[in-house]
């Protein structure tokens, strides 16, 4: 099997699960190692004998055809992407590229490679709840709540949704896409809310906080993410999507002033230290009000439920985090720290 983007964030942990399930399997990890992708993610893997490394960009057509050809890759569970919503308003047309195009490149690789039938063949395309858009203060995104895309990000993982979909329709190759809702936890790069703050605070820099802070996501432990997409690649029904969410609503502000007071436990200082850190800057243009999740198909269907709290998954992100300091340095030198000063103080 081929998984894509194995080297990020999400992509880490699927690599590690099935690598440990399913010592049967063939599993090639294919990442370009873009600044989100580092191999320090997957050290512990590197002398698994099913477990194989191939640095390729899905934007190359010809690379991913000659390689489909080569290690006749029977199912593929799609993660590479760019995903940073920040980035998407900066440079609209790199999460064309990637999330499109690249996309495109796997579905065609797929078709042009896969025997007719399709018998064992499956692709698996990870996507967001981004794609339903914006809710009010109430109700939640269900399977088929209509794509309503507000970036430049979530348009592209539209887009290439509605590829996948389109492929199975029109060429019957068996997709199933799952729509996630926020994940944290170890081993994601510090652009994102959480491991930003964690790194601004350790430290002892502003936390950003974008307009009012009452914008509302709906946070899922990144395990827990990585178990759901386990279950539903194996039990999952082909041309379907099934929505994974925490049932895990917070407003910034508020997961911001938790993070304060657990940071300040762990790094033994004053109550009130951290928050002393928040500062309200201008507002991400375009910024989504609220996301929330029905899970209740994937949690039926499949019987997947998240099996952390908020608090317990917070406070392990945190103690990986302050324990792999060494991890944080080393991705926040060089070109993000251009990427922080150009983004932040404009
Ligand atoms: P990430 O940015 O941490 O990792 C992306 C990975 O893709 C990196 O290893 C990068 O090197 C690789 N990549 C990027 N461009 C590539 C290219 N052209 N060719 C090959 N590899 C390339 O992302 P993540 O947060 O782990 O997200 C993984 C997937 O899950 C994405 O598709 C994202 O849209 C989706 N998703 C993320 C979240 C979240 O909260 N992070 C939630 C729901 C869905
Ligand atoms: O919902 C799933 C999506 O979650 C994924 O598809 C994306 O890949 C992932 O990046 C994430 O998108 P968000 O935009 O919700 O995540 P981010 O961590 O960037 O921001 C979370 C919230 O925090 C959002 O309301 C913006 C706010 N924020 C973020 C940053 C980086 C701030 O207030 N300040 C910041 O500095």
Not at 191 to 214: A, M, S, T
């Amino acid at each position: 099997m081929l998984i894509t983007g194995g080297a990020g964030f999400i992509g880490s942990h699927v690599v590690r699960l099935f690598v440990i399930n399913y010592p049967e399997y063939h599993i090639y990890n294919l990442d370009m190692l873009t600044y989100a992708g580092n191999l320090e993610n997957l050290k512990d893997l590197e002398n698994f004998k099913n477990y194989h490394f191939i640095r390729a960009d899905i934007n190359d057509e010809k690379e991913i055809n000659r390689l489909f050809a080569k290690y006749r890759f029977d199912k593929i569970i799609h993660l590479a992407a760019e995903s940073h919503v920040d980035r998407s308003i900066t440079d609209p047309l790199a999460f064309v590229k990637t999330n499109v195009i690249g996309t495109m490149n796997l579905l065609n690789a797929a078709k042009n490679n896969w025997p007719e039938d399709f018998k064992d063949n499956l692709f698996y395309h990870i996507s967001t709840d981004e794609v339903y858009g914006s809710l009010g203060e109430t109700g939640l995104f269900t399977e088929t709540t209509a794509y309503d895309p507000n970036s430049p990000y979530s348009a592209s993982k539209a887009s290439s949704d509605h590829f996948v979909r389109a492929y199975g329709e029109t060429y019957n190759i068996p997709y199933i896409i799952t729509n996630c809702s926020n994940n944290y936890g170890p081993n994601q790069f510090p652009e994102k809310l959480i491991p930003l703050f964690i790194n601004n605070i350790i430290e002892e820099k502003k936390l950003p906080v974008y307009g009012d802070g009452k914008y509302t996501r709906d946070w899922l432990y990144v395990k827990d993410h990585a178990v759901a997409i386990d279950l539903t690649f194996h039990k999952g029904k082909n041309y379907c999507t099934y929505n994974i969410g925490g049932f895990n609503e917070w407003q910034n502000i508020d997961l911001v002033k938790l993070l304060c007071d657990l940071m300040d436990d762990k790094l033994d200082r004053k109550k009130g230290t951290s928050k002393a850190l928040i500062t309200y800057i201008k507002d991400r243009p375009g910024h989504d009000k609220r996301y929330a999740i029905d899970a209740n198909k994937i949690k039926k269907e499949l019987g997947w439920k998240p099996s952390v709290t908020f608090e317990e998954g917070l406070e392990q992100t945190i103690d990986w985090y302050l324990a792999n300091k060494k991890w944080l340095n080393n991705v926040t030198s060089g070109d993000y720290q251009n990427y922080y000063t150009t983004h932040y103080n404009s």
